[in-house]
């Protein structure tokens, strides 16, 4: 046994990682796992490891678990919302309002079975979630300020639900209806004929 001084190795700890977009990426990845597992499904460890992030990230850049969920609806409805505007940039008449909506309604608006999939997931969560509520409430003003160009504020708000109903239930139907169907539907509530 020597009597000398004990040394012992500096403990190497990890480069802490610059990573600015971070956040961002935690954002999309709750929506990536809102689409496959529902808002009931998602935890903050499938978010992380959607994110490819430490555990520990979540909360440090995020409240909580409802709050991460906030902005990633947030950012869904930031990422639908330009998409359905682009929709009706060329429309001019009521006639190519209405095939513009039967459009939209079949699938022909940018939007995938996953983003509808988010987004009823956020109109089920807004039942339960005053937060939620207003981001809802803002999305759905927003789609009515574009159809609001061609009809008037109270029949916006009925076609609005008239999309919103129909691509319900193509999403959940087995029996679908095609386009002539949906078409025959629209005309109908807005008053032009095929």
């Known amino acids: 046994m020597t009597g000398g001084p004990v040394t012992t190795a ?11 977009g971070r956040k961002s990426r935690i954002v999309d990845a709750a929506i990536e796992v809102i689409a496959d597992h529902g808002v009931a499904g998602t935890t903050s460890r499938r978010i992380a490891a959607a994110a490819d992030v430490p555990l520990g990230s979540i909360t440090y850049h995020f409240d909580n678990l409802e709050d991460l969920l906030e902005q990633a609806f947030r950012r869904h409805a930031e990422l639908m919302s330009p998409r359905y505007e682009a929709h009706f940039d060329q429309v001019t008449d009521l ?6 909506v039967t459009d939209l309604i079949n699938g022909d608006a940018g939007g ?10 956020l109109y089920l969560a807004a039942l339960r ?13 927003r789609s009515r300020t574009v159809l609001e160009r061609f009809i008037d504020p109270v029949t916006a708000r009925g076609i609005d639900a008239v999309i919103e109903g129909l691509v319900m239930h193509l999403i959940l139907s087995t029996a679908t209806f095609d386009r ?9 509530f807005l008053g032009v004929p095929q």
């Open 95 to 100: 006639t190519g309002f209405a095939d513009a």
């Open 112 to 121: 995938d079975s996953r983003d509808w999939a988010v987004s009823y997931e």
């Open 180 to 188: 002539a169907e949906t078409r025959t539907i629209v005309g109908r």
């Open 129 to 141: 979630n005053p937060a939620l509520r207003g981001v809802t409430d803002a999305w759905m003003r």
């Open 10 to 20: 500096p403990v190497a700890r990890s480069p802490r990682r610059y990573d600015p």
